[in-house]
């Protein structure tokens, strides 16, 4: 599994990321959150300021993400519950369904496959700012992981 590490940028016009890989110092994506909008609608790019290669949109509501590659078409799809006494979501993409459930505090997120191997994990660390270990199996689509890590971090973390 590879391991990602996605920090919020505090100070930032809209919602703003930096994911490293590994224990790197640089930025191997950025995603970067329209201003002025209802909906999530977040960009993610190479480095600092290079291509955009994938987005994240969502609804009012943050129930529901669409993951989309660098020609706007759809790569996979996050639901969350409306409601829901544990938090948790299903990611449909390339024809196969996830599942996740959070823990107690919905800190940790292990999204399994059919069979019920792990395919990734996203843990909420405590910091000043909001910060993730995302660990991802190597046949996963590591942008689309990522963005749904951010995903998570809209529903469940953003005090807006």
Same mark, same amino acid.
């Given at each position: !599994?590879?391991?990602?590490?996605? =920090? ?66 759809? !790569? ?16 449909? !993409? ?5 599942? @996740? ?30 910060? =993730? ?6 046949? !996963? ?7 749904? @890590? ?11």
């Amino acid at each position: !599994m590879k391991t990602y590490t996605l =920090f919020q940028k505090i100070l930032a016009i809209g919602d703003t990321y930096e994911v490293r890989e590994g224990d790197s110092k640089e930025a191997v994506f950025t995603v970067r959150g329209k201003v002025l909008t209802f909906t999530p609608n977040l960009t993610l790019q190479k480095g600092k300021e290079g291509e955009k290669t994938h987005s994240l949109k969502g609804n009012f509501f943050k129930t529901k993400f669409t993951i989309l590659n660098a020609t706007g078409e759809e !790569m996979g799809t996050l639901v969350f519950p409306f409601i829901a006494l544990k938090k948790s979501f299903t990611l449909t !993409m390339g024809g196969n369904t996830y599942s @996740a459930q959070g823990t107690l505090f919905a800190w940790n997120f292990n999204c399994n496959d059919s069979s019920g191997k792990t395919i990734f994990s996203i843990q909420k660390e405590l910091a000043f700012r909001d910060k =993730f270990t995302v660990n991802i199996d190597e046949k !996963m689509p590591q942008e689309a992981v990522l963005l749904a @890590a951010i995903a998570v971090d809209q529903r469940f973390f953003q005090q807006k």
